[in-house]
């Protein structure tokens, strides 16, 4: 059967100073407008409408002119800082998020981002410093606990992930982001029916979210709760038919009941959605191959393997494939690639292509 990976990753995106961005842009509406640029506001307000444009490169050439003519200008320092982050540049961030705090040494926010900026860049031990600091500043926070509990459970510290979120979510019950992380730790750790309530409560919390439905329906799914499943990840696509994760989890769901041509379908329109998925083209080959399409099976494996050249599923998927179809050479072609990558599987797909020596 196959597994469930949708849920192997959880795409929490950090959340983002843009509201503060644009509160202080409301702030300066008259040094916003168009006109030569001559003080350290006017360029930092410019700053502010590139950032909110999207235009993220210009935007930090505005903020550092703002700084070379105010040296002490912690914003702009911090708005550089998020500039980087968005565009994924995050050592530049995080140098520009510390030097935010140390022109401001009581700039929560400054030391939050910096460590999302830390942890993005895979510096744990330091972004939780940076959390320690933000907290001290501010014991009442949920953000801090929140962005903690994230940080800990990309590190795969779920226990510890699990107290910050629910230390979050004491300070904050509606914290959404917090519900998430929490039903998402507690369902690596096995707590399955305390995941479900976490995110049922995100679900409510959320109405509009079709992320939160599919997490719901990953969880029921490892749980063997195939009718859930498929109810929550049918409410995620109803919500967002371009939810690709949701279109596999359904797929996974048909898979498992023995419903290949329904798993088929769904399997096909998550490659359609996003073509480079060796995932999804391994699992669109498997249903092929239980509806004996083995044509179609072999092409998806061998989109599968170009996509993922060392993805031994998919060579043994491949191998098997082409042994149905009477191809011996093309299957053990697959053979001799498994046994250097996974000598187990390469085992297992000898006895199918050598049934009787297998018997023996």
């Known amino acids: 059967m196959n597994p469930n990976p949708a849920s192997a990753q959880l795409p929490f995106s950090r959340l983002f100073p843009a509201i503060l961005l644009l509160w202080s842009a409301a702030i300066f509406p ?20 590139q950032f909110n444009a999207g235009a993220y490169v210009d935007a930090i050439e505005s903020f550092k002119r703002a700084l070379q003519l105010r040296s002490v200008y912690p914003e702009a320092a911090y708005s550089i800082g998020a500039c980087y982050y968005r565009l994924q540049r995050y050592s530049e961030a995080v140098d520009f998020y510390r030097e935010a705090t140390r022109q401001r040494p009581d700039y929560r926010d400054a030391y939050i981002y910096l460590g999302n900026a830390l942890d ?30 994230v940080a800990l459970r990309n590190h795969g510290s779920y226990v510890d992930a699990v107290e910050q979120y629910r230390q979050c979510l004491r300070l904050k019950p509606d914290y959404t982001k917090a519900n998430l992380g929490l039903g998402f730790s507690l369902h690596k750790l096995g707590r399955d029916d305390e995941a479900v309530a976490a995110y049922l409560e995100a679900a409510r919390q959320a109405p509009g979210d079709s992320e939160t439905r599919r997490y719901l329906g990953d969880t029921y799914n490892s749980m ?18 371009k939810n690709e994760n949701a279109h596999l989890g359904l797929g996974n769901v048909y898979y498992n009941t023995d419903r290949f041509a329904e798993a088929a379908a769904e399997y096909r329109e998550a490659v359609r959605l996003r073509p480079d998925w060796a995932v999804a083209q391994l699992y669109l080959g498997d249903a092929y191959f239980h509806l004996d399409s ?67």
């Open 30 to 49: 008259l040094a916003a407008q168009a006109r030569p640029q001559t003080d350290a506001s006017s360029f930092y307000n410019q700053g502010l409408q």
């Open 120 to 149: 993005s860049a895979g510096r744990f031990d330091e972004a939780m410093t940076a959390y320690g600091q933000a907290a001290r500043l501010d014991l009442g926070n949920a953000q801090v606990h929140c962005e903690m509990g």
């Open 294 to 360: 083995l044509e179609m099976a072999a092409a998806s494996y061998q989109e599968a393997v170009r996509l993922r050249p060392d993805y031994a599923d998919a060579h043994f998927g491949l191998g098997k494939a082409l042994a149905k179809k009477g191809d011996r050479a093309g299957a053990l072609k697959e053979y001799e690639t498994l046994k250097t990558l996974q000598p187990d599987l390469g085992a297992k797909l000898l006895a199918v292509i050598n049934p009787q020596s297998a018997s023996k």
């Open 224 to 241: 063997k709760k195939r009718e859930e499943a498929m109810t929550a990840y049918k409410q995620a696509l109803e919500l967002d038919p």
